[in-house]
């Protein structure tokens, strides 16, 4: 199997992975929706594929908005969470060259990406509900990011530490 199709093949999977984490782990938040784990799955994925990532986090999570309540969340939610990814990736590749401390970096990368969705759900929701009744979600989305970013950037460590998988990782690059 070529390298794009298994790159398209790992993206589908963590697509549903993401989708199903989404909808089955959440926590209800009261008017403001719920608390899922699909963002650690986003941070995972991206770490795993690069800015693909942003496909499979974007399309996992857009598709569980559009089957439950919150499918009015849908277009924001797969720009904002593909936006995620890519703020993630990239920063992590700058911090990367910079300090070298490869946990250090995948931490400040999945920070700016969990900043880049409570950022991009406030804003968002400000334009729906205006900007005081935003601000509700925020610290919603800011434990969700919190969780997120600690359960993403430990398990993509270790995950890509494992050097058979970090192996066929690398074999998807190219």
């Known amino acids: 199997m070529n390298k794009p199709v298994k790159r398209l093949c790992i993206c589908a999977m963590f697509t549903a992975l993401i ?6 782990v959440s926590v209800p938040a009261g008017p403001v929706g719920n608390i899922n784990l699909g963002d650690a799955f986003i941070i995972i994925a991206t770490f795993v594929l690069g800015p693909y990532g942003a496909i499979a986090g974007g399309v996992g999570a857009m598709l569980a908005d559009l089957i439950s309540a919150y499918a009015i969340y849908a277009p924001a939610t797969l720009v904002i969470k593909s936006l995620l990814a890519i703020a993630c990736y990239y920063v992590y590749k700058v911090f990367k ?3 070298r401390f490869d946990y250090i970096s995948r931490l400040i990368g999945a920070i700016c990406g969990e900043l880049v969705m409570v ?8 334009i729906l509900y205006g900007f005081a ?5 925020v610290p919603f989305n800011l434990i969700q990011g919190v969780t997120a970013v600690t359960l993403g950037t430990i398990v993509s460590f ?3 530490k494992n050097k058979t998988v970090n192996g066929f990782i690398e ?3 190219g």
């Open 158 to 160: 270790l995950l890509l």
């Open 19 to 24: 989708f199903v984490i989404t909808v089955f």
């Open 97 to 99: 060259r910079i300090i």
């Open 133 to 137: 009744n935003a601000l509700i979600s």
């Open 171 to 173: 074999g998807l690059k």
């Open 119 to 126: 950022i991009g759900y406030f804003l968002y929701e400000g």
